[in-house]
Antibody
Framework: EVQLVESGGGLVQPGGSLRLSCAAS????????MSWVRQAPGKGLEWVSP????????YYADSVKGRFTISRDNSKNTLYLQMNSLRVEDTAVYYC??????????????WGQGTLVTVSS | EIVLTQSPGTLSLSPGERATLSCRAS???????LGWYQQKPGQAPRLLIY???SRATGIPDRFSGSGSGTDFTLTISSLEPEDFAVYYC?????????FGQGTKLETK
């Protein structure tokens, strides 16, 4: 059974940093791309960043480019999102999602339960 | 960036009725790389349909997807009480992947 468990969310002041983690199990982690998708309170889904199965290819939404860094440790079956220079508009539930392929070009077939990031003074 | 526009914004129907949800793309979606997701309050999204018309594992056959190019449809043939939720379409053929704004399916 595929399981994705996020952690690391919380309350942070504008300009601060947080590191999210997503522990994966139930599939061969290194074979698949992974992605972060976020959802602001009462809003729709926004793709944030994917990373290829090997970790060599990454992409970022314009809204987070230069501030967020996605990475993965295939030996630990864990996905990360380092978030710096956080803004109020980054407040959202952040979901970890498994991509159906080894590259970003795939659908999200499994999702974690999400972790809430609140950016506020 | 491909913009996906879903309609209607809210659909009010009764259990047993047929639901038809639309997703229109601003440009052609390559290779029908379009998916549909269901999200209930407080839960993560769940994949329903991929490749425009293929049902995901464990999805009941009352859910079906169709369309190509710029026009796609999710149909629920006979609504069950658990189907009332928000539905999102997503294209993953062009970078960046994008989601529609969602259709809320509510009980009439």
């Amino acid at each position: 059974e595929v399981q994705l468990v996020e952690s690391g969310g919380g309350l942070v002041q504008p300009g601060g940093s947080l590191r999210l983690s997503c522990a994966a199990s139930g599939f061969t982690f290194s074979t698949y791309a992974m992605s972060w998708v976020r959802q602001a309170p009462g809003k729709g889904l926004e793709w944030v960043s994917p990373i290829s199965g090997s970790g060599t290819s990454t992409y970022y939404a314009d809204s987070v480019k230069g501030r967020f860094t996605i990475s993965r440790d295939n030996s630990k079956n864990t996905l990360y999102l380092q978030m710096n220079s956080l803004r109020v508009e980054d407040t959202a539930v952040y979901y970890c999602a498994k991509v159906s392929s080894s590259s970003w070009r795939g659908y999200f077939d499994y999702w974690g339960q999400g972790t809430l990031v609140t950016v506020s003074s | 960036e491909i913009v996906l526009t879903q309609s209607p914004g809210t659909l009010s129907l009764s259990p047993g009725e047929r639901a038809t949800l639309s997703c229109r793309a601003s440009q052609s979606v390559s290779s029908s790389y379009l998916g549909w997701y269901q999200q209930k309050p407080g839960q993560a999204p769940r994949l329903l349909i991929y490749g425009a018309s293929s049902r995901a594992t464990g999805i009941p056959d009352r859910f079906s997807g169709s369309g190509s190019g710029t026009d796609f449809t999710l149909t629920i043939s006979s609504l069950e009480p658990e189907d009332f939720a928000v539905y999102y379409c997503q294209q993953y053929g062009s970078s960046p992947p994008t989601f529609g704004q969602g259709t809320k399916l509510e009980t009439k």
